[in-house]
Nanobody, 122 residues
Framework: QVQLVESGGGLVQAGGSLKLSCKQS????????MAWFRQVPGREREFVAG????????YIADSVKGRFTVSRDNAKNTVDLQMNNLTPEDTARYYC???????????????WGQGTQVTVSS
């Protein structure tokens, strides 16, 4: 059974940075495409960034392009989301997700973490 555990959330001032990390266990990490989503109460879950199971293939949502980067470490079974120049609009609960297929920007993921809260103050 796949488990995803996020860490690194917290409170930060606008313009600051945070790094989220997701640790995966359960099956071979290299078979999974990994993604980060975020959700604000009352709104749909939004794709933020992802890393395909094909090494080197990443995708960043337009809303965060130029500020966020995603990276994976197949040796450590982790996928990180580096968030720079944060704004209050980035405040959300951030979720790690995994699927046994190619990277997708929809919610069609097989496994989800519990999420970690990111709050950006103005």
């Amino acid at each position: 059974q796949v488990q995803l555990v996020e860490s690194g959330g917290g409170l930060v001032q606008a313009g600051g940075s945070l790094k989220l990390s997701c640790k995966q266990s359960g099956i071979a990490f290299s078979t999974l495409s990994m993604a980060w989503f975020r959700q604000v109460p009352g709104r749909e879950r939004e794709f933020v960034a992802g890393s395909s199971k094909t090494i080197g293939t990443t995708y960043i949502a337009d809303s965060v392009k130029g500020r966020f980067t995603v990276s994976r470490d197949n040796a450590k079974n982790t996928v990180d989301l580096q968030m720079n120049n944060l704004t209050p609009e980035d405040t959300a609960r951030y979720y790690c997700a995994a699927r046994e297929g190619y990277l997708a920007v929809s919610n069609q993921y097989d496994y989800w973490g519990q999420g970690t809260q990111v709050t950006v103050s103005s």
